[in-house]
């Protein structure tokens, strides 16, 4: 299972639609309102502006920083391959485990991969002049991580850093894109679609040095004029997102104590995104025993250094939780 949300997979092997599967593989926030979006013909009808700059102000507002330091692309898998394709640098130091684009994206433009783990080596320093890419918080058990030692020393080595911080804003989590100004190699990746609960709106961002924003390639007419106006009119909902982070922490309080109650599980790792990693040696048979249920949820032997034993369960509403239990307690009175 190399990614999570393959709902149309499952659905077809379960013999029902989509919509009937409870995706917990989806780390996409679970608050999705109604849309007040109104979208003329016109609007559909004529390009948009190319340089997104409108688009942009609002991002910068949003994220505190400046508008020529935002590179926009089809999706942060977009921004992730285009960033790595484009610097020159061989020697690409992942912290291991990761989202698995990064390992593809560094394959496909020929760089030479070494990996460090950062649950048990992270003291493991790259070579000087090299690319070190560091997800904050991670994937796949949503740690974060305080990286100011680990900043410093890649500095001193004239590292590129690329820090991706697409779950960084369910708990309102220190980033590091102020330092885009210092340290003209730094690169922060960010999705758009988890927190603002838009994954079908194809639009992630690169935030660097506007010196480093100018060298990206950058095609024209990447976004549609859709995505444009769907991300402007969330980025600005301020009631969204505060009831966001509001029932993110109710969900995941709530998830956490069916997952420890269960007593299926003999490590639950504490997160601070959306999304909890959890241990069993029954977790390929609760596997099934959960889609049986039309529930999906993430094998995670596809990560580094894990197995299919480990298990992530992403933050879904009251309901969702309510039949997880249900399946829950079917699974300890089948065993």
């Known amino acids: 299972m190399k990614h999570g949300a393959d709902i149309y997979k499952y659905a077809k092997k379960r013999n029902c639609s989509p919509d009937e599967i409870i995706d917990f593989s989806s780390n996409i926030n679970s608050y999705q309102p109604e ?29 505190d920083i400046k508008s020529d330091e935002i590179a926009l692309f089809n999706g942060a898998t977009a921004a992730i391959y285009a960033l790595i394709k484009s610097i020159k640098r061989k020697d690409f ?48 058990e949503g740690s974060y991580s305080d990286l100011g030692k680990l900043f410093e020393i890649w500095m001193e080595k004239e590292c590129i850093i690329i820090i991706d911080e697409s779950f960084i804003e369910f708990e309102a989590l220190p980033s590091l894109r102020k330092r885009i100004q210092e340290y ?31 060298k990206l390639p950058q095609p024209l ?71 049986s249920h039309n529930i999906l949820v993430r094998k995670c032997g596809s990560f580094d250094y894990l197995s299919d034993e480990w298990l992530r369960f992403a933050v879904k509403d009251k309901n969702s939780n309510s039949l997880l239990n249900v399946a829950f307690k079917s699974f300890i009175n089948h065993s």
Request: one cysteine or more; glycine letters at 2%; a neutral charge.
């Open 184 to 214: 003209k190699r730094l690169y922060i990746i960010q999705s758009f679609s988890k927190f603002y609960s838009c994954a079908g709106v194809r639009i992630g961002a690169i935030f660097a040095h506007k010196k480093s924003i100018q």
């Open 221 to 291: 007419w990447n976004l549609s004029s859709f995505d444009v106006e769907f991300l402007k009119n969330r980025l600005q909902d301020q009631e969204f997102k505060e009831s966001s982070l509001r029932i993110h922490k109710e969900q995941k309080a709530e998830l956490l104590s069916i997952l420890e109650k269960s007593a299926l599980f003999d490590e639950i790792v504490e997160s601070d995104a959306n999304f909890i990693l959890v241990h069993s040696p029954d977790a390929k048979k609760l596997f099934k025993h959960l889609l």
């Open 35 to 63: 849309l007040n979006l109104t979208l003329t013909p016109q609007t559909i009808s004529r390009y948009a502006d190319s340089t997104y700059r409108d688009l942009k102000e609002v991002i910068a507002t949003n994220y």
């Open 93 to 140: 130091y992942l912290y291991a485990p990761l989202f698995g684009e990064y390992e593809q994206a560094c394959k496909d433009a020929k760089k030479y991969i070494y990996k460090i783990n950062r649950i048990t080596d992270e003291e493991s320093e790259p070579t000087e002049d090299s690319v070190v890419i560091y997800v904050n918080p991670a994937t796949p």
